[in-house]
C-alpha cells in the first residue's frame, strides 16, 4: 500500500519554495504564519522526513525537498485544473491569474492590458511578476505562473507560444558623446567606439549588427560596462558612456527629448536603412482543457494582436 500524504500539504509546501518567508507564504495563502508551520510539520510526519534544515537564524529547504518541489509545481497544477473541470468551476471566469515578463517590456505592453482585464471582469485576482526571460520560462513550466511574456521562442515541449508583438533594436548614443567619438557609419569604425552592454554575451549587440550591417558581422566594440538592467543601459548611454543597443520603445523618450541619438550606419546600408527586430511571445501551459478565467485573459491579452487575427 502506497505512502498517504496530504495534498493541501503539498500545496503548501511548494507555496513556501515560491516565497521569500513563511510568512510570505502564509499570506499568499491567506492562513496564518503558525498554520503553514503546522503543515510542513505534518508533511514531514507523513514523508518520515526532515524538509527545513537550520541556516542562521532562519531556516533553508533541504535539497531532497527541492528537488521533490520541482516535481511537484507543474503536477499540483493540472491537478487543480482537472478538480476545476470536474467540479464545473473552470466556466467561472474568477480566481488568480499570474502573469511573469520583462519588466521594461511589461510596463510597455502588458499593464494597459491587465487594467483592461481587471475592468472586465470583477471576480479576477492578477498578479504580475516581473523576471528575466529563462526564469519566467521555468516558473510556467513549474505551474508557479500561468502566462509568460517571452523575448525570445520557448523551449520547453509543454509551453505553448503565439507572437505578440516585434520590438525593433536600435543603437542609441547621445549627442555629448557623438560630438566627441564622431557617428560611426561602418562596422571598422563601430569597432572603435565604447559601449554599455545588457548581456555579457553580446547577444543583442549581434542581433542589432547582423540586421543592420549584414549576417557575416560580429560585435567587436571596447565594452566600457555590462549591466543588467535596460534602464541603466539608457541612463549610461545619456551620461555621455558609450553607446547602447535597446528596444526602439525604450528609446523612443529619450531619443524624442534629444537626450539620444539612433545610430543609423549610412554608409553601411547603401540600399536603404535595414531594420534589427526581435519577437516577443505570449506563452502557456499546453493543456486539453483549462479553466475560463485563463481562456479569457489570454483573449484579452491577445486581442489586436496578429495572432489574434488569425483564423
Not at 220 to 239: F, N
Not at 260 to 281: C, D, E, H, S
Amino acid at each position: 500500500m502506497g505512502m498517504a500524504v496530504n495534498l493541501e500539504h503539498l500545496r503548501v509546501l511548494v507555496r513556501i519554495a515560491r516565497e521569500p518567508t513563511f510568512a510570505a507564504a502564509a499570506e499568499r495563502l491567506h492562513v496564518t504564519p503558525s498554520a503553514v508551520s503546522q503543515h510542513v510539520k505534518m508533511l514531514e510526519a507523513e514523508l518520515g522526513t526532515i524538509l527545513f534544515e537550520k541556516a542562521g537564524r532562519g531556516v533553508r529547504m533541504t535539497r531532497d525537498a527541492e528537488a521533490l518541489v520541482e516535481g511537484l509545481g507543474p503536477l499540483i497544477a493540472q491537478i487543480d485544473e482537472r478538480i476545476e473541470v470536474f467540479t464545473g468551476e473552470s466556466d467561472v471566469v474568477r480566481g488568480a491569474v499570474t502573469i511573469g515578463g520583462p519588466d521594461v517590456f511589461c510596463r510597455m505592453w502588458l499593464l494597459p492590458r491587465i487594467a483592461a482585464a481587471a475592468k472586465a471582469y470583477g471576480e479576477l485576482s492578477l498578479d504580475v511578476r516581473f523576471a528575466k526571460n529563462d526564469q519566467v520560462e521555468k516558473t510556467l513550466v513549474s505551474g508557479e505562473i500561468d502566462f509568460a511574456i517571452l523575448v525570445a521562442a520557448p523551449e520547453s515541449p509543454a509551453v505553448e507560444a503565439v507572437p505578440i508583438y516585434r520590438e525593433e533594436l536600435v543603437a542609441v548614443a547621445s549627442p555629448a558623446y557623438l560630438s566627441r567619438y564622431g557617428e560611426p557609419e561602418t562596422p571598422s569604425e563601430l569597432e572603435a567606439h565604447r559601449f554599455v552592454l545588457f548581456d555579457p554575451t553580446a547577444r543583442m549587440q549581434d542581433v542589432w549588427l547582423r540586421a543592420v550591417v549584414g549576417p557575416k558581422a560580429t560585435f567587436r566594440g571596447k565594452v566600457v560596462c555590462t549591466v543588467r538592467d535596460l534602464d541603466q543601459i539608457l541612463d549610461l548611454a545619456k551620461a555621455d558612456v558609450g553607446i547602447g543597443i535597446v528596444p526602439n520603445h525604450m528609446a523612443d523618450p529619450s531619443v524624442e527629448k534629444g537626450e539620444l541619438v539612433v545610430l543609423t550606419m549610412g554608409k553601411a546600408q547603401p540600399k536603404g536603412r535595414r531594420r534589427a527586430t526581435n519577437v516577443i511571445y505570449l506563452a502557456w501551459r499546453k493543456s486539453h482543457r483549462e479553466a475560463a478565467r485563463l481562456r479569457a485573459v489570454r483573449e484579452l491579452l491577445l486581442e489586436g494582436t496578429e495572432s489574434a487575427k488569425k483564423p
